[in-house]
């Protein structure tokens, strides 16, 4: 079955570098709960929130925030603007990874496109795995929202779903680089080389 009609070690490439940062990001976001930093940015901005905290006064305003959080409020009340900071970033980086990811993705799959490098069932792959990182994305925020109303502590479950859902956008980008690979072993070998 062809998938890639040309520059498939370009698109291979992409496709590495995008299981790299999927797979950064899972690391990240682990390191994110293990430093129990998810809770921090208690807005989903998702073009505005690319923008760290610039001055002073803007900490002063996120900080202002989280203290409203049940996290701040029954867990970390003693918490000084510079606690904040460090938890803040890790959240932060998570978040920003998530938007690079979105980019490395969108500009070169565009590109491939307009250079009609791409057959039809791959474009239809690739849609799904753009749809499974729109909804990783939901899911991030809809975990980080369970954390925000009663109780310091994001739903297992929608945790659960957030990571399954990275693990399975891993999957699909690496299924769909074994086939492009074995479309060229299949041609290499009809060609004789």
């Known amino acids: 079955m062809k998938f890639i009609v040309n520059n498939k070690k370009a698109v291979l490439i992409w496709l590495s570098a995008g299981i790299f940062l999927v797979f950064s990001m899972i690391a990240v976001g682990g390191l994110t709960r293990l430093t129990e930093s998810g809770l921090s940015i208690t807005e989903w901005n998702v073009v505005m929130g690319a923008i760290p905290p610039l001055n002073e006064a803007d900490w002063q305003v996120e900080f202002d925030k989280y203290k409203q959080s049940p996290e701040f409020i029954h867990k970390n009340f003693d918490f000084t603007l510079q606690d904040f900071k460090f938890i803040y970033w890790w959240e932060w980086i998570h978040r920003q990874l998530g938007r690079m990811i979105g980019l490395v993705f969108v500009i070169p799959f565009l590109y491939f496109l307009l250079k009609k490098?791409?057959?039809?069932?791959?474009?239809?792959?690739?849609?799904?795995?753009?749809?499974?990182?729109?909804?990783?994305g939901f899911l991030g925020w809809y975990m980080v929202s369970s954390g925000l109303v009663n109780e310091p502590r994001v739903s297992h479950y929608r945790l659960a779903m957030h990571l399954t859902t990275a693990l399975l956008t891993i999957s699909l980008i690496w299924w769909l680089m074994l086939d492009i690979q074995a479309q060229q072993k299949n041609k290499a070998s009809l060609t004789g080389r």
Do not use: D, E, N, Y
Not at 128 to 135: A, D, H, K, P, W
């Open 117 to 136: 490098s791409f057959t039809p069932k791959a474009v239809r792959r690739l849609l799904i795995i753009f749809v499974l990182g729109g909804v990783q």
